[in-house]
C-alpha cells in the first residue's frame, strides 16, 4: 500500500486551484446576484475538485502506459513511472475519483437539471481522453483547447447557473479569464516536458511548434486573462480592477518561463502560475462583490 503522501503527491496539489477558482468566482458572482446557494457551491467545488484529481490519477497511470513518463522526466515525480504506486492501483484510484464526483454531480443534475449530465459525463470523459485511448487529447495537442472550456466558461458558468438558474455575457467572460490562466499552468507543463514529450510521440503545441510558441502562448494567455477585466467593468462592479493586481505576482514566473528550461525552475514556475490564477480569482470576487 502506498502512504497517504504518495497519494497526495499523485494528486498533484498544486495544480488544484484550476479546478477551485472557477467556482470561487462563479459563487462569488451568484453571491452578488442575490442567489447564492451554498450547498450547490459546495457540490460544484467537490466535484470540480474531484474530476480534476481524477484526471490527474488517469495521466500519472496513461503516461506511464505510453511511455510518456521516462526514468528522467524533468518534472515532479510520477508516481505509477518510479514504482511507488502499482498500476492496477492507480487505475482504481483513477475510477474512485471520477465516480466519487458523481456524487455531488447527482445533486447538482437535480439542482439544474438534465443538460448537468451531459456537463459531467463530457468533463469525465476528456479527463480519461485527456491521455487515454487511440486518439487522446493530450497527444493531440487538443489539451489547451479542453483545459480552455472546461476550467473556464463551463466551470464559471456551471457553478453561477446552478445556483442562479441563469447565465449572461459577464459569467461567460470572467470564465474565460479563468480558463486563459489555467491554460498558462498546462503551458508551462508541456514546455517543461518538451524533449521527453517529442521522443515519446506526445504531440503538445510545444512539440508541434517550438519553445518559442509555448513561451508566446504563455504570456499570451496570462496577458488576454487581465485584459478581460476591462471588458467586464461596468458602473456597477469598477472594483474587479483590483483582479488585474494579480499581473504583478506573475511578473517573476513570466521572467522564468521566457528565458529558462531548468525542470526544477519551472516547476516552481507552475505552481505559481496556479497561485496567480488563485489570486486572480479571489481578488475578481472582492471586488465583484465590493
Known amino acids: 500500500m502506498a502512504s497517504l503522501s504518495v497519494w497526495l503527491h499523485a494528486a498533484r496539489p498544486k495544480t488544484l486551484p484550476a479546478g477551485s477558482a472557477p467556482v470561487v468566482i462563479g459563487t462569488a458572482m451568484a453571491f452578488e446576484a442575490g442567489k447564492l446557494h451554498i450547498p450547490s457551491a459546495l457540490c460544484a467545488l467537490a466535484g470540480s475538485l474531484l474530476i ?22 524533468l518534472g515532479p515525480v510520477r508516481a505509477t513511472q518510479a514504482g511507488l504506486i502499482a498500476p492496477p492501483a492507480m487505475l482504481r ?3 474512485a475519483a471520477f465516480l466519487l ?3 455531488p454531480g447527482l445533486y447538482i443534475v437535480w439542482r439544474g437539471g438534465w443538460p448537468f449530465i451531459i456537463v459531467g459525463l463530457l468533463s469525465i470523459l476528456c479527463g480519461v481522453l485527456y491521455t487515454a485511448g487511440p486518439y487522446p487529447l493530450g497527444y493531440l495537442g487538443l489539451g489547451d483547447l479542453f483545459v480552455l472550456v472546461f476550467f473556464g ?7 453561477y447557473y446552478v445556483q442562479a438558474h441563469a447565465l449572461n455575457r459577464d459569467v461567460l467572460l470572467a470564465g474565460l479569464a479563468a480558463g486563459l490562466l489555467s491554460v498558462a499552468i498546462l503551458t508551462v507543463n508541456n514546455l517543461r516536458d518538451v524533449d521527453q514529450d517529442r521522443l515519446a510521440r506526445k504531440m503538445t503545441l510545444p512539440v508541434r511548434f517550438g519553445r518559442t510558441f509555448a513561451r508566446a502562448e504563455y504570456v499570451l494567455a496570462l ?9 467586464i467593468l461596468s458602473p456597477r462592479h469598477p472594483a474587479i480592477l483590483l483582479a488585474m493586481l494579480a499581473a504583478l505576482p506573475a511578473i517573476p ?3 522564468t518561463v521566457v528565458t529558462t528550461t531548468d525542470g526544477p525552475a519551472l516547476n516552481n514556475a507552475l505552481a505559481a502560475t496556479g497561485k496567480v490564477l488563485l489570486v486572480f ?3 475578481f470576487s472582492i471586488g465583484w462583490i465590493l
Open 52 to 73: 480534476q484529481i481524477g484526471t490527474n490519477l488517469a495521466n500519472d497511470y496513461f503516461d506511464h502506459a505510453k511511455g510518456a513518463d521516462a526514468p528522467g522526466r
Open 93 to 95: 484510484a483513477t475510477a
Open 101 to 103: 464526483a458523481c456524487v
Open 153 to 159: 466558461p463551463v466551470a464559471v458558468g456551471g457553478t
Open 223 to 231: 496577458a488576454a486573462a487581465i485584459m478581460a477585466v476591462p471588458a
Open 253 to 255: 514566473t513570466l521572467r
Open 281 to 283: 480569482a479571489l481578488l
